[in-house]
């Protein structure tokens, strides 16, 4: 069973300060998502990163693939009350027809 | 108009309750899913369906069952409705991406389901 470990699960902030959110596993992945939920609201997806050692940025938001493709990190710089919201990585096995594996999410808060 | 649509938003049933929860997509992808999110759990893949004549189940497919009517809808039925089934269910669909190398998947607005 493919497994998909995400951290830390709650972060509370103040605007302007950095941070990073994990997702690890032991299983390789053949691409790896991040979405941002509202609340109220389905996931959207930010970015997808496919190749090892892949960086993509978006803005503020760095996501990062690691080099063996099984984790990914988040980093947020100058972080604004806007970014508020839940966090979630999936893991795409592309060989079981593109399911997804979510890391259980991170709530994350900032503080004007 | 959203690409994927869900009804109903909200719902409200008791205990031994038939429920239907259904889904809707422009999106022209043949693949859809469904999944329950609680607290602390992530998104849970109940059941998935690669086109109209594939349905596969998910993780957690124990209390329901789906129906994929045509290409653009996929519903999902809890046909006895029971208190720990409350969560919120959300509708995706998933298109190639990236010259076809990974997919993506697109999610509804969710409906959230209270058993009493």
């Known amino acids: 069973t493919q497994l998909l470990e995400q951290s830390p699960q709650f972060l509370s902030i103040q605007e302007g300060e950095n941070l990073t959110v994990y997702c690890n596993s032991s299983s390789v992945f053949s691409s790896l998502q991040w979405y941002r939920q509202e609340p109220g609201e389905g996931p959207v997806l930010l970015v997808t990163v496919v190749t090892g050692g892949e960086v993509k940025k978006l803005k503020r938001l760095t996501f990062q693939f690691g080099d063996a493709r099984k984790d990914s990190s988040l980093h947020i710089t100058a972080a604004q009350p806007g970014d508020t919201g839940l966090y979630l990585c999936a893991g795409e096995d592309y060989n079981q027809g593109g399911k997804l594996i979510f890391g259980q999410g991170t709530e994350l808060s900032v503080k004007p | ?116």
């Open chain 2, 1 to 116: 108009d959203a690409d994927v649509t869900q009804t109903p938003r909200n719902r409200i049933t008791k205990t031994g309750k038939r429920i239907m929860l259904e889904c809707s997509q422009t999106k022209g992808h043949d693949r859809m899913y469904w999944y329950r999110q609680d607290p602390g759990l992530g998104l849970r893949l109940i059941y998935y369906s690669f086109d109209v004549k594939d349905i596969n189940k998910g993780e957690i497919s124990d209390g329901y069952s789906v129906s994929r009517q045509a290409q653009a809808k996929f519903s999902l039925s809890l046909e006895s409705a029971i208190p720990n089934q409350t969560a919120l269910y959300f509708c995706a669909t998933s298109g190639l991406a990236g010259g076809g190398s990974y997919n993506e998947q697109f999610f509804g607005p969710g409906t959230r389901l209270t058993v009493l």
